[in-house]
């Protein structure tokens, strides 16, 4: 097994040793105001949204985990078999293995092989070339390419990359090139709204703030680690609820979407409410795949589904779009954050 391929095996195990079912994010700091007279039809709520210059059936998609070995090949297959059955969208983890090593290409390219008409992304860190971008999407097929942005996670990894001069440039050239939608993404660390700024400003129109508050990519790292524990950064980073105000600020200068410790229909309900074109979900449904299989996975999807329909009818909206005008409460420590930051 080579070192990558026995990476993604551990961040696996690691994520699902780390994942609890109660909410750890920020999202329990933020109330929908009821109000009792909803004025519509439920049969008239459409859960239908728009990203990346694609149309999604439902707001939420499986967002970017794994492949690169026998194991994670199963597990995207099994992901890819839930996507199919719910028509949910689907990323693979980062495609940097197979580019080093072909022979584990089965290990992505299996997501394309079982969900055929699939709305599938690759997925590739910013250090790489135009061409390996490309590379990664040819596996895959892919309709869109995420590009992570990981600073952290590199750093607490022992054998992580220690320069990232080249990040900017490289997001810049592949958006520019690559052919299909970009989507810059954090892996749960955050976004503030200056590196918002910077990625509008090379040309980047889709951007997954995801925030801190489900999966801890310091805490698994660090996990990882065999010299000193870096214990005292697993706190590092901005809440997916936080990165979402701090987003505000570039509203229609780019698109967003959310990830972070999304565990419920009610949370993703709340994402779209502060402004997030669509959620993207990964320990979470990571966790449902291996204890309940790809069957029961997608019936718990078509569950949520209705789950947020319920909601959005108990907030009046009939679309996704429309979400994004509801009455909202927050607790004082998140107002304490937007004033120290000039965000209203
Ligand atoms: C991830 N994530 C991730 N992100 C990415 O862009 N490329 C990758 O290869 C991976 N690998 C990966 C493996 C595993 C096992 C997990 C659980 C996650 C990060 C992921 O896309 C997301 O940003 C964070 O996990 C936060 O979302 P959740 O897990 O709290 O929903």
Redesign the pocket.
Known sequence: MTLDSNRKDQ??DL?EQQYEPSNQSDFGKMRFIHHSLPNLKVADISLQTEMAGMNLAAPFYI????GGSERTKQINADLATVAKMTGLAMAS??VSAALKDPSVSDSFSVIRKVNPNGQIFA?IGAHHSLENAKRAVDILEADAL?I?INAPQEMIMPEGDRDFTMWLRQIEEITAHVGVPVIV????FGMSRETIGQLIAVGVRTIDI?GK???NFAAIENARRTAIAYDDLENWGQSTLISLLEADVHRGKAEFLA????KTPLDIVKALSLGAKAV?????F?HMVLSDGPEQTAETIEAWKQQIKTVMAMLGKTSVADLDRTDLIFQRDILDWCDMRGID
């Open positions: 961040h696996v994520a967002n970017g985990m794994t983890g980062s997925n995420q992570h993404k954090e892996v749960g995801s508050g489900g999966t990830s972070g410790g999304i993207g979900l990964s320990g979470q990571l």
